[in-house]
C-alpha cells in the first residue's frame, strides 16, 4: 500500500508561480512513476506530467515550458513547480503513484489562478 499527500495549492495571480508537493509513505519502493493528474470543474481529470523511478519525465503539451516535475527520493516525495500560472490553469490537482500491482492517488490540492 502506498499513501500520497498533496500541498501546496491556493490562490495565485495570472503570471505567478506555485510548488505542489506530493509526499509518499508505505510501500515506495515498489512506485515506478509518479503522475500529477488535474480535474477542472465540468471536466474530466487530465494527464500533467510524469517522473519515473529513472528520472524520465514528459508533459502534457498544455504545460509544457511552464511546469516542471522533480522528485527527492530521500523525502519520498514528488514536486511539480508550476510557473507562468493562467487562469486556464485552475483545477484540482491530483498526485499519482504507479506499482506493478496498483495506482494509488492522493486526496487532490486546489490551484485556483485569478486577479
Known amino acids: 500500500q502506498v499513501q500520497l499527500v498533496e500541498s501546496g495549492g491556493g490562490l495565485v495571480q495570472p503570471g505567478g508561480s506555485l510548488r505542489l508537493s506530493c509526499a509518499a509513505s508505505?510501500?515506495?519502493?515498489?512506485?515506478?512513476?509518479w503522475d500529477w493528474y488535474r480535474q477542472a470543474s465540468g471536466k474530466q481529470r487530465e494527464f500533467i506530467a510524469r517522473?519515473?523511478?529513472?528520472?524520465?519525465?514528459n508533459y502534457a503539451d498544455s504545460v509544457k515550458g511552464r511546469f516542471t516535475i522533480s522528485r527527492d527520493n530521500a523525502k519520498n516525495t514528488v514536486y511539480l513547480q508550476m510557473n507562468n500560472l493562467k487562469p486556464e490553469d485552475t483545477a484540482i490537482y491530483y498526485c499519482?503513484?504507479?506499482?506493478?500491482?496498483?495506482?494509488?492517488w492522493g486526496q487532490g490540492t486546489q490551484v485556483t489562478v485569478s486577479s
Open positions: 499519482n503513484a504507479r506499482t506493478t500491482i496498483s495506482t494509488y
Open positions: 508505505g510501500s515506495t519502493f515498489s512506485i515506478y512513476a
Open positions: 517522473i519515473t523511478s529513472v528520472g524520465s519525465t
